[in-house]
Every structure is written in C-alpha cells, then in structure tokens.
Nanobody
Framework: QVRLVESGGGLVQPGGSLRLSCASS????????WNWYRQAPGKERGLVAT???????NYTDSVKGRFTISRDNAKNTVYLQMNTLKPEDTAVYYC?????????WGQGTQVTVSS
C-alpha cells in the first residue's frame, strides 16, 4: 500500500508563495504520473498539474506561469511550487499518483490565500 503525505499548506497573502510537498512511502519512479488536484468549498476536485514518468508537465490554464510541479526521486517526493498566489487558489490540495494497477491519494493540505 502506497502512502502519500502532503505538507506545506497554510495561510498566505495574495501575491505570496508556498511550496507543497508530497512524500511517498514507495519509490516514485514506478508511477506513471504524479498529479496535484485541488478542491475549493462547494466545487468539484480539479486537476492542477501533472508530471509524467518522462518528466513532461502540464498545467491547468489558471495556474500556468505561476505554479511548477517537480519531483525528487532520491527523496521520493513530488513538489508544487506556487507563486503569485491569488484568493481563487484557496482550496484543499491533494497529491495523486497513478500506478500500474491503481491510483493513490494523499489526505490533502489546506491552502488559504487571503489578506
């Protein structure tokens, strides 16, 4: 059973930055892709960023140029660097890993952007 643990969320002012981390209990190299999702109150969970096994990345339009997904295989950790944060980025952020047989989810970390 793969366990994912997110950290790095918190309260930040508009224009600020946060870096989310997703630590995996297993080697991250075996997964087909790593993803960050977010869910704001009253809204559906949506895909924010993806990094593939080959390190190609994709982002939802609203975060392009502001967020960067990356990974450190040696630390079994995936990151989401979030810059120029906006109030509309407020949500619970979830780490997701797509493996050969199933996908895995972390418990989520709250990000609140407010002055």
């Amino acid at each position: 059973q793969v366990r994912l643990v997110e950290s790095g969320g918190g309260l930040v002012q508009p224009g600020g930055s946060l870096r989310l981390s997703c630590a995996s209990s297993e080697s991250i190299g075996v997964m087909f892709s790593w993803n960050w999702y977010r869910q704001a109150p009253g809204k559906e969970r949506g895909l924010v960023a993806t990094i593939s096994r080959g390190d190609s990345t994709n982002y939802t339009d609203s975060v392009k140029g502001r967020f960067t997904i990356s990974r450190d295989n040696a630390k079994n950790t995936v990151y989401l660097q979030m810059n120029t944060l906006k109030p509309e980025d407020t949500a619970v952020y979830y780490c997701n890993a797509v493996g050969p047989w199933r996908s895995y989810w972390g418990q989520g970390t709250q990000v609140t952007v407010s002055s």
